[in-house]
T-cell receptor, first 114, second 113 residues
Framework: DVKVTQSSRYLVKRTGEKVFLECVQD?????MFWYRQDPGLGLRLIYF???????EKGDIPEGYSVSREKKERFSLILESASTNQTSMYLC?????????????FGPGTRLTVT | GDSVTQMEGPVTLSEEAFLTINCTYT??????LFWYVQYPGEGLQLLLK?????DKGSNKGFEATYRKETTSFHLEKGSVQVSDSAVYFC????????????FGSGTQLTVLP
């Protein structure tokens, strides 16, 4: 089974702090994604990566950056956290053998910025 | 751009009731369509999918049929269980979307014993 893990389930940070959210997948998938989930808005794509060191902006990249130095790891960075970045963050991966466009999700990190 | 509209929640049903969650979409070309489910405290899991018109996806008693003429992909189950309580997301992936998924807003389902 594909396993996608995220470094923290819950995180509380202060406004202005630099925040790192880590995601690791164990199936050698090329594609990895970061979403944020907010009530009534569903999931919105922040960034995605289709290979090591490759990244593309999603629908809401402002205030975020990403890093993909190794194939299995995709990090989301909040350079200076703000209260409007309080949300649930979900990581996903996709690769050969997972079916057409199917993505596998991690359990999520609930981030609170105070 | 692509978009997905799904039925507003929350939906509360009694055990063994019939479930329908409506989903309609707007997309260029012929997207693939998905239903994902999120159980409390967990990430999303793929529930079912359909890749072309008139395909029916099914899993765990849930079904959805890809209707091109009405641009819909409604989720149904004949008899829900308490364990079906979760948030359900409709999603699409189109040929022009670089493998991205576009999600609906989600529908919270609660099934009472």
């Amino acid at each position: 089974d594909v396993k996608v893990t995220q470094s923290s389930r819950y995180l509380v940070k202060r406004t202005g702090e630099k925040v790192f959210l880590e995601c690791v997948q164990d199936m050698d998938h090329e594609n990895m994604f970061w979403y944020r989930q907010d009530p009534g808005l569903g999931l919105r794509l922040i960034y995605f990566s289709y290979d090591v060191k490759m990244k593309e902006k999603g629908d809401i990249p402002e205030g975020y950056s990403v890093s993909r130095e190794k194939k299995e790891r995709f990090s989301l960075i909040l350079e200076s956290a703000s209260t409007n970045q309080t949300s649930m963050y979900l990581c996903a991966s996709r690769g050969p053998g997972t079916g057409l466009y199917e993505q596998y999700f991690g359990p999520g990190t609930r981030l609170t910025v105070t | 751009g692509d978009s997905v509209t799904q039925m507003e929640g929350p939906v509360t049903l009694s055990e063994e009731a019939f479930l329908t969650i409506n989903c309609t979409y707007t997309a260029t070309g012929y997207p693939s369509l998905f239903w994902y489910v999120q159980y409390p405290g967990e990430g999303l899991q793929l529930l079912l999918k359909a890749t072309k018109a008139d395909d029916k996806g099914s899993n765990k008693g849930f079904e959805a049929t890809y209707r091109k003429e009405t641009t819909s992909f409604h989720l149904e189950k004949g008899s829900v269980q308490v364990s079906d309580s979760a948030v359900y997301f409709c999603a699409l992936s189109g040929p022009g979307s670089a493998r991205q998924l576009t999600f609906g807003s989600g529908t919270q389902l609660t099934v009472l014993p």
